[in-house]
Nanobody
């Protein structure tokens, strides 16, 4: 599985962006797709995830109501709509996939495929 993230940029506080993660290769093996982020000087943290086949979604408390994860089934693209952005949302955002049968979507060690990061910078 190959993952290609895009869509980051510089945005003012209160603004929004749509991040994309294009999946290719053996996508039928994917069980979960997730987004994580890593702010400068901090550890990588869970942002959102969805099941590949049933579209169930999960969010970190810090982004609930502001971020939305979705999938374009025909194009194997997963989106993260990020809105009502705050300066503390500034981070490198990564998409990732779980293809194993076990693993908790919340933990980064569960993910066995990662895309490169896309940088979101929120100015105050």
């Amino acid at each position: 599985v190959q993952l290609q993230a895009s869509g980051g940029g510089l945005v003012q506080a209160g603004g929004s962006l749509r991040l994309s993660c294009a999946a290719s290769g053996l996508t039928f093996r994917i069980n979960y797709m997730g987004w994580f982020r890593q702010a400068p000087g901090k550890e990588r943290e869970f942002v959102a995830a969805m099941t590949w086949r049933t579209y169930a979604t999960y969010y970190a408390d810090s982004v609930k109501g502001r971020f939305t994860i979705s999938r374009d089934n025909a194009r194997n693209v997963v989106y993260l709509q990020v809105g009502s952005l705050k300066p503390e949302d500034t981070a490198l955002y990564y998409c990732a996939a779980i293809t194993t049968d076990s693993g908790n979507y919340y933990f980064e060690h569960s993910y066995n495929y990662w895309g490169q990061g896309t940088l979101v910078t929120v100015s105050s």
